[in-house]
């Protein structure tokens, strides 16, 4: 079974600029969530995708925008990006309501 | 709105017990999930709970009450490896979804 895994590792990108990160789910799990770490705080939920449809959405702008697609892989995309926008981003699959699988994450940093 | 307390560093010894403790405020209480995570590292899931009592997994266990809105972590058999992040994470029920709210994260250091 795999487990989810993220692309790319660690990205650079300058102020204004467009990233697009991208998740591929554990085997099976038709979930997504997506969430945002500052470094010394908690992940903060920014959208969830079920089944290729956004499914709820935390307290993000809308230049976070997210696909997902039938394999149930899934893209995160942010355009305009601000300097605040450098975090550690993850995205966790899972298939009911209890445990959520982390991926290893994109570490972000805009300059 | 919704919020979650967790203390931010607790330090214990090799072989000891620790306990982490969660409060919340939020409405739609869905459950209660615990994540450990390692410097460098991804969140890894450890426990759930939706109802009251305790579940036990090896030497972690999770307690829920919701009637106290508060839960805890209880490790035992301390080791160095449990050195990390602990984060407690609520997940509310919204229409035909559960949103999830994590803490702040609880740092452990597990001394020799």
């Known amino acids: 079974e795999t487990g989810v895994t993220q692309s790319p590792t660690h990205l650079i990108k300058t102020r204004g600029q467009q990233v697009t990160l991208r998740c591929s789910s554990q085997s099976g799990h038709n979930t997504v969530s997506w969430y945002q770490q500052a470094l010394g705080q908690g992940p903060q939920f920014i959208f969830q995708y079920y089944r290729e449809e956004e499914n709820g959405r935390g307290n993000f702008p809308p230049r976070f925008s997210g696909l997902q697609f039938p394999n149930y892989s899934s893209e995160l995309n942010v355009n305009a990006l601000e300097l605040d926008d450098s975090a550690l981003y993850l995205c966790?699959?899972?298939?009911?309501?209890?445990?959520?699988?982390f991926g290893p994450g994109t570490r972000l940093t805009v300059t | 709105g919704q919020s979650l307390e967790q203390p931010s560093e607790v330090t214990a010894v090799e072989g000891a017990i620790v306990q982490i403790n969660c409060t919340y405020q939020?409405?739609?209480?869905?459950?209660l999930s615990w994540y450990q995570q390692h410097d460098g590292g991804a969140p890894t899931f450890l426990s759930y709970n939706a109802l009251d009592g305790l579940e036990e997994t090896g030497r972690f266990s999770s307690f829920l009450s919701r009637s106290d809105s508060y839960g805890y972590l209880l490790l035992q058999e301390l080791q160095m490896k449990d050195s990390a992040s602990y984060f407690c994470?609520?997940?509310?029920?919204?229409?035909?979804?559960?949103?999830?709210?994590f803490g702040s994260g609880t740092k452990l250091n597990v001394k020799p």
């Open positions: 939020t409405s739609g209480f869905y459950g």
């Open positions: 966790a699959s899972s298939l009911d309501v209890g445990a959520q699988y």
């Open positions: 994470a609520v997940s509310r029920a919204l229409y035909n979804f559960n949103k999830f709210y």
